[in-house]
T-cell receptor
Framework: AQKVTQAQTEISVVEKEDVTLDCVYE???????LFWYKQPPSGELVFLIR??????QNEISGRYSWNFQKSTSSFNFTITASQVVDSAVYFC???????????????FGQGTTLQVKP | EAGVAQSPRYKIIEKRQSVAFWCNPI?????LYWYQQILGQGPKLLIQ????????DSQLPKDRFSAERLKGVDSTLKIQPAKLEDSAVYLC??????????????FGPGTRLLVL
């Protein structure tokens, strides 16, 4: 069965520190997609990145970077030089594509609360 | 491009009352999802529509929850009667293609429900 684990419940850093949020997933599918979403205090889930299972290249977008490793079933997210505005709950999610029961729904992890202190 | 719209943003009701939530997806998005997010947890899918047909409602408590998507555009989620454990944020999301598999889902601001 598909599952996403975010072992870090809460992380607290001081502004300008780098921080990595861990995500480990389980799936029997060979084709799947991984996502990261940010949920600020306002409550809306903001899409950050989508990665398919065939693309293991790391990605960088400004201060954000993602490390996808199929060998360890991990899709970790790093924020470089964190800022107070990065404070939010971050969710990792999995979407499978094959099998009659797979409709594309997102399976979310429990989320990691990041607090960046000034 | 306008995002996913939801209303109301907040709702407080007493147990055994009924409540309805409304969602308008991004224009042109064929797939619509309702998720329930209990405090401290990740969202969990309640129901998924493809146009106006139900694709997945396996996690919907059908004895009290119902949803419809008339005309394949906006959608309504209803709870009747509400229980204390229904207190949560109800998130609506939409995505573009026919299957919905693997496509990015865009979320609305959510409706925070408190059942007393």
């Amino acid at each position: 069965a598909q599952k996403v684990t975010q072992a870090q419940t809460e992380i607290s850093v001081v502004e300008k520190e780098d921080v990595t949020l861990d995500c480990v997933y389980e799936t029997r599918d060979t084709t799947y997609y991984l996502f990261w979403y940010k949920q600020p205090p306002s409550g809306e889930l903001v899409f950050l990145i989508r990665r398919n299972s065939f693309d293991e290249q790391n990605e960088i977008s400004g201060r954000y970077s993602w490390n996808f490793q199929k060998s360890t079933s991990s899709f970790n997210f790093t924020i470089t030089a964190s800022q107070v505005v990065d404070s939010a709950v971050y969710f990792c999610a999995l979407s499978e594509t094959h099998g009659s029961g797979n409709t594309g729904k997102l399976i979310f992890g429990q989320g990691t609360t990041l607090q960046v202190k000034p | 491009e306008a995002g996913v719209a939801q209303s109301p943003r907040y709702k407080i009701i007493e147990k055994r009352q009924s409540v309805a939530f409304w969602c308008n997806p991004i224009s042109g998005h064929a797939t619509l999802y309702w998720y329930q997010q209990i405090l401290g947890q990740g969202p969990k899918l309640l129901i998924q529509f493809q146009n106006n047909g139900v694709v997945d409602d396996s996690q919907l408590p059908k004895d009290r929850f119902s949803a419809e998507r008339l005309k394949g555009v906006d959608s309504t989620l209803k709870i009747q009667p509400a229980k204390l454990e229904d207190s949560a944020v109800y998130l609506c999301a939409s995505s573009r293609p026919r299957t919905g598999r693997g496509e990015t889902q865009y979320f609305g601001p959510g409706t925070r429900l408190l059942v007393l």
